[in-house]
């Protein structure tokens, strides 16, 4: 038996910090923001190399309000990816403005700037790149695109804590980065939370309003704004977390790095890092072939799987009224066929992972 996630055994090994972080937030009666959330603000901005940090209810709020704090109206064009988590795509669709989806690079799965470029519009206002399964995007030839065009970059790195190009962490590359910390991500709370990370100080106060009913102390409200709060626990909870995040880093990378050696013969697609690039692989995705029949051996061996994502955003019946059809987006449509998300966590052993590879030999 190995599962695909064992949350488990994360929590077993920090019990004992998570128990006091939680009594310490039950005595103090700060539920809702205060001084945990606070602190793990100040703590996550200078892990992620920014000066501000707004601590959020989760990652989809953090995506809808950078979006509004960085000028994205009803009516206007953003440009982001159909191989995400439909969140993406949703909060654009929220402040009733139109996404533009355009296909990925083959081979890291992210969304390719040659297309992006081509995609802008004068009613373009915002690109969101993912960075998927852990893997930065490629902001270098983005940033060229939003300089040249006066565009700002909102990065969707809901599943790439800590990652890196060029010693440069997500999150501090584009105008704003946008995180989620849901159970199952590489920093995961004990529930929901989010976060809005920038270098920009009038973002940073629009965001710090918006997701407080628009105040900017109590009473006082400037803004229409929402109830996106960040409550107490989750921000105790995250800050005991953020103190084990690099050595889960390594041991997800060292374990992508023995499932990479066991699987070379076997003629896949694996997850694999450009030059200076760091992947922090929040999943383990190769491009199979025969996925169908992989997934029964894996389930006759009481093997975890996941597919992350087996149906693209453009093909989501909930999405048809973007517009597109099958073909559209070829890349994309073959990664939602052919991809398959392998057992992957920190305390995955050795021993496990041999497992999964004899199951799919």
Known sequence: ?????????????????????????????????????????????EFCGVRHAIAVNSGTSALH???LAAGVNAGDEVITTPSTFVATVA?????????????????????DPNRVEDAITERTKAIIPVHLHGLPANMTDLATISEKNGIPIIEDAAQAHGAEINGKRVGSMGNVGCFSFYPGKNLGACGEGGMVVTNDDKLAKRVSQLRDWGQEKKHFCHTLGFNYRMDGFQGAVLNVKLDHLEDWTEKRRSNASYY???????GWRLPSEPKGFKHVYHVFAPDTNNRDVLIERLKARGIGYNIHYPIPVHLQEGYSQLGYRAGDFPHSEFKASATL???MYPELTNEQIDQVVAALE
Do not use: C, W
């Open 65 to 67: 309000l950078a979006q």
């Open 91 to 111: 909060s654009i669709l929220y402040i009733g403005a139109r996404p533009i989806l355009v296909d990925i690079d083959q081979e890291t799965g992210n969304i």
């Open 260 to 266: 990479r050696e066991k699987l070379r013969h076997f």
């Open 341 to 343: 998300s392998l057992p």
């Open 1 to 45: 038996m190995v599962p695909f996630l064992d949350l488990q055994a994360q929590t077993i090994s920090i019990r004992p910090k998570l128990n006091a972080a939680i009594a310490e937030v039950l005595d103090g009666g700060s539920f809702i923001l205060g001084p945990a959330v606070k602190r793990f603000e100040g703590r996550f901005a």
